[in-house]
């Protein structure tokens, strides 16, 4: 006699970028020991696909492309599924700003963490009279790359490759040019002939977009001082 199967509990959410309701279940423990030992190994390549494999696995809605989904989409859904699989709290360590280094415990319930828009936010790019870019946001690879690489791992090079990356289309009232329908460095001859307020136009793309936000208050134990501090992207809650 076959032992029985466990049923596994559904959950919905609405994807910030699209407002889309979605149906997911948490991750299983082959899920999980996915997760730890690609964390575990500090590859890059192999979080990604850790991550991919289980947001594929643990969305239960069809039609859902992981590689699709905006970043910050990527942060909120993993960020819940792991919430329903382990736990609706999260335990992580702040520095306490006021003096730089004391660092203090604090429970965070998931529910709580949010998206967060910026009204300044544009996909289009006004570059001048005639062109506007519009951009898109990073994949699922760039998405892990920027969250968890180390600040080493990054150099000019990977930032224009990311700018490049997310070029969605070039267009005016006559033409229009689709990033996917051009070659690498055909976009990076694009980027190198703006100007750097047109550059810093792009930056602020990257700067503005929606993330993943929540802000803590905590009171250093050694100098007795509340301090506000506002967490940012999936690394500050991964744990």
Known sequence: MPLPTISTPTYELVLPSSNRKIKFRPFLVKEEKILILAMESQDTKQIANAVKTVITHCILTKGIKVEKLSTFDIEYLFLNIRGKSVGEDIEVMVTCPDDGKTQVPTSINIDSIKVQKNDEHEKDIKLDDTYTLRMRYPSLNEFIKNNFATATEMNVDDTFDLIASCIDQVYSEEESWTGADC?????????????????????????????????????????????????????????
């Open 183 to 239: 070659t690498k460095k055909e976009l990076s001859t694009f980027l190198e002939q703006l100007d750097s307020k047109q550059f810093k136009m792009i930056e602020k793309f990257f700067e503005t977009m929606p993330k993943l936000s929540h802000t803590v208050n905590v009171i250093n134990p050694n100098t007795k001082k509340e301090n506000k501090i506002v967490l940012e992207g999936l690394q500050n809650f991964f744990g």
